[in-house]
Nanobody, 124 residues
Framework: QVQLVESGGGLVQAGDSLRLSCAASGRTFSYYTISWFRQAPGKERDFVVGISPRGGSSRYSDSVKGRFTISRDNAKNTVTLQMNSLKPEDTAVYYC?????????????????WGQGTQVTISS
């Protein structure tokens, strides 16, 4: 089992940067694909970016490609999401999620473990 805790959210202006972290418990962290999803008010929870267990591959949604970067440190059981050039439409609750596979799925139904979420608000 994996427990996930997100941190790093906040309120910033458009064009600014934020760094989110996902800290995981469990000794098998390196077996899991870790992804970030986000959910804006009144909308579905959408895939943002994910990284494979060893960090060899990643997938980005078109809306964040070139602005967001995901990385992981399996020795520290952490995944980091660096978000640059933030836009008001990036405003959402960001969730960290995990499932045991080498494939980075964009489908939230695949993911077995979820964090509690962290709010990211971008003002224009």
């Amino acid at each position: 089992q994996v427990q996930l805790v997100e941190s790093g959210g906040g309120l910033v202006q458009a064009g600014d940067s934020l760094r989110l972290s996902c800290a995981a418990s469990g000794r098998t962290f390196s077996y899991y694909t870790i992804s970030w999803f986000r959910q804006a008010p009144g909308k579905e929870r959408d895939f943002v970016v994910g990284i494979s267990p060893r960090g060899g591959s990643s997938r980005y949604s078109d809306s964040v490609k070139g602005r967001f970067t995901i990385s992981r440190d399996n020795a520290k059981n952490t995944v980091t999401l660096q978000m640059n050039s933030l836009k008001p439409e990036d405003t959402a609750v960001y969730y960290c999620a995990a499932y045991s596979s080498s494939f980075v799925s964009t489908s939230r139904e695949r993911y077995d473990y979820w964090g509690q979420g962290t709010q990211v608000t971008i003002s224009s």
